[in-house]
């Protein structure tokens, strides 16, 4: 291994969480919700958006390096494309947040929104392992672009569902009186 790619490998499973044996994509989206809490604690939409796509950059190459040196096409323990993808399953909540006026949610308001990230957090591996058209496909994609791209299709994909799961939610509520 030449200097630095052990530290590469080690960001690109997940600091080490890609190492458990047991559901380490699991523990990846763990993880991810972790990041997504850090970006959320900026209490900057732009920062969000900014650290989710930055992670998304470093999570390409960092798969692509781990690729190389598992000598494997994604790896069970490259999770960085996991914890990469949290923020943007949870991403459709906070686009909703900020523009109803109420800014990012924050650990005030902790309690009106822990539900949603933890049906973004089940929504999204519920997908990432069922991978439904177009996120197998994008798989097959090459290096590290197939390894995180795909997982980001499933995030939007799981954003989308609690998107729409969060508006019939409301007009069945409305509804009902």
Known sequence: MKPGEAVVL??????????IRFAPGTWGSLLG???????????????????????????????????RLLDAHDPPSV????????????????????????GLPSWATFRAWWPYLA???VLFRILDIAKPWPVRTLQGLPGGVGVVVDDIAAALMAAALLHVGTWGWFVVRLAMG
């Open 10 to 19: 080690w960001l690109a499973q997940g600091l080490g969480t890609g190492r």
């Open 33 to 67: 919700v972790a990041w997504t809490a850090a970006l959320l604690s900026t209490g900057s939409p732009w920062a969000y958006g900014l650290g989710a796509m930055a992670g998304v950059m470093v999570a390409i190459p960092a798969s692509t390096t781990a690729e």
């Open 79 to 102: 999770v960085i494309d996991e914890v990469v993808a949290m923020p943007v399953a949870f991403g459709g909540h906070v686009i909703l947040w900020v523009v109803s006026g109420a």
């Open 119 to 121: 049906a973004a957090f």
